[in-house]
C-alpha cells in the first residue's frame, strides 16, 4: 500500500507529537486547540491507573484511527490533526 503526505504514514505517535510542537508554538490558538483535542480523548479515569497519565485508551484509539484509515496501527499526519483540532473548535465551540 503506498501512503502519500496526506495518508497515514508507518511512524510513530512520538514522530506525531514532535512534528505537532513546533505547529502548536507558532499559533498559541493551535496549541490550545490541540491541548484540548488530546484532553478529549483520554482514557476516562486515568488518575486510578498506571502510568497515571491522561493517556487515550488504546482500543478507542485503535477503532477511531481503522474507522478513519483502515488501519488500527495507523498514525494519522499531523496536517489531520490540525485540522481535526480546528474543526471540533470551529464546528463544536471547543
Do not use: C, K, N
Not at 497515514?8 to 512534528?19: A, F, G, H, K, N
Request: proline fraction near 9%.
Amino acid at each position: 500500500m503506498h501512503h502519500t503526505d496526506s495518508g497515514p504514514q508507518r511512524r510513530s505517535w512520538v514522530t506525531l507529537i514532535l512534528e505537532l510542537t513546533p505547529h502548536a508554538l507558532a499559533s498559541p490558538q493551535l496549541g490550545l486547540d490541540l491541548l484540548r483535542t488530546a484532553w478529549a480523548f483520554r482514557r476516562r479515569g486515568w488518575w486510578r491507573r498506571l502510568p497515571f497519565l491522561p493517556l487515550p485508551d488504546r482500543t478507542y484509539l485503535r477503532w477511531r484511527m481503522y474507522t478513519a484509515y483502515a488501519s488500527e496501527d495507523a498514525v494519522p499526519p499531523a496536517a489531520d490533526v490540525i485540522g481535526f483540532a480546528r474543526w471540533r473548535r470551529e464546528t463544536m465551540g471547543l
